[in-house]
């Protein structure tokens, strides 16, 4: 089956304008979560979405949001960009919402390379 | 709050010899603890996992991961490395109901010598 789907893979923006990326979950999947990846900072946790509500979210400015659709696809939107903004954003869908149950193994897509000018 | 940390940047190991990459974390409750490898432009794939039981766990690919509480650490092991395993390697933990998500190590660019 299809694996998780970002779009767009790559894109490039300036410096005040708004960005939405997409994730398309592995089909049956409920869970999707979001992260950041620079050079500096690594891997960080922006936020998870469950059955379309919020549940979890990572120590970001309110610039970052997102939101989950009734099937299951979501989006995060950045507003206001930044150049430190510029990273890969990666997305990951999972059966059930948490990192935490073992039999819940969580999916990554292929990421969405932004970049900041 | 929880941390992950990957003291080797760089590891450079020559083909068919073994790997040990280290990974320490901080948490202050039972850690459920991951091992992710990245290749060159894609995502993250999950090796293996520890949330309880054996503290030695099997992955996919050849790699195992032993969980020793005494020390915090999580060190991934494979007897014989092969040139397809030149990546990115990513440590995290996740703690009780995965509030913060996963946390990350900064990772470990493994580099296969021929």
């Known amino acids: 089956k299809a694996g998780v789907t970002q779009t767009p893979r790559y894109l490039i923006k300036t410096r005040g304008q708004q960005v939405t990326l997409s994730c398309s979950p592995i089909?049956?999947?409920?869970?999707v979560s979001w992260y950041q990846q620079t050079p500096g900072q690594g891997l960080q946790f922006l936020f998870e979405?469950?059955?379309?509500?919020?549940?979890n979210k990572g120590n970001f400015p309110g610039r970052f949001s997102g939101r989950q659709f009734s099937n299951s696809r979501s989006e995060m939107n950045v507003s206001t960009l930044e150049l430190g903004d510029s990273a890969l954003y990666l997305c990951?869908?999972?059966?059930?919402?948490?990192?935490?149950?073992?039999?819940?193994?969580?999916?990554f897509g292929e990421g969405s390379w932004l970049t900041v000018v | 709050a929880q941390s992950v940390t990957q003291p080797d940047i760089h590891i450079t190991v020559s083909e068919g010899a073994s790997l040990e990459l280290r990974c320490n974390y901080s948490?202050?409750?039972?850690?459920?603890l991951f091992w992710y490898v990245q290749s060159p432009g894609q995502g993250l794939q999950l090796l293996l996992k520890y949330f309880s039981g054996d503290t030695l766990v099997q992955g996919i690919k050849g790699f195992e991961a032993e969980f020793k509480r005494s020390q915090s650490s999580f060190n991934l092991r494979k007897p014989s490395v092969h040139w397809s395993d030149a990546a990115e390697y990513f440590c995290?933990?996740?703690?009780?109901?995965?509030?913060?998500?996963?946390?990350f190590g900064k990772g470990t660019h493994l580099i296969i010598q021929p």
């Open positions: 995290a933990v996740a703690g009780a109901g995965g509030a913060d998500g996963l946390t």
């Open positions: 990951a869908s999972s059966l059930e919402g948490g990192q935490t149950r073992p039999g819940n193994t969580i999916y």
């Open positions: 979405y469950f059955s379309e509500t919020q549940r």
């Open positions: 948490y202050g409750a039972t850690p459920y």
């Open positions: 089909s049956g999947h409920r869970s």
